[in-house]
């Protein structure tokens, strides 16, 4: 399996941005397919997940209502659609891949990850 995550950059705070995250290698029925983020010293958290199969999705509480997350199955690619976006939102994002069982929530459910892809917020 290899993930692909693109779409960082810039962004002004009170701006949006898209990330997407290529995933190949197999097909992903039954997956789960997540958003974990790490800022500047900090340790790597959810942010968000989806199953691919039925689109089930699980959003940490400091994302709820700004972050939406996505999947479209004949691209086989999945995305994070970020609005409002706040100065702590600042990391780099990864995308990551389980099956189907365990927390959606706990990264060392994950068994592929992809490179990240960096979003810096402007205050």
């Known amino acids: 399996v290899q993930l692909q995550a693109s779409g960082g950059g810039l962004v002004q705070a009170g701006g949006s941005l898209r990330l997407s995250c290529a995933a190949s290698g197999r097909t992903f029925g039954g997956y789960v397919m997540g958003w974990f983020r790490q800022a500047p010293g900090k340790e790597r958290l959810f942010v968000a997940a989806?199953?691919?199969?039925?689109?089930?999705?699980y959003y940490a509480d400091s994302v709820k209502g700004r972050f939406t997350i996505s999947r479209d199955k004949v691209k086989n690619t999945l995305y994070l659609q970020m609005n409002t976006l706040k100065a702590e939102d600042t990391a780099v994002y990864y995308c990551a891949a389980k099956w189907g069982t365990g927390s959606e929530e706990m990264e060392s459910w994950y068994n592929y990850w992809g490179q990240g892809t960096l979003v810096t917020v402007s205050s």
């Open positions: 989806i199953r691919w199969s039925g689109g089930s999705t």
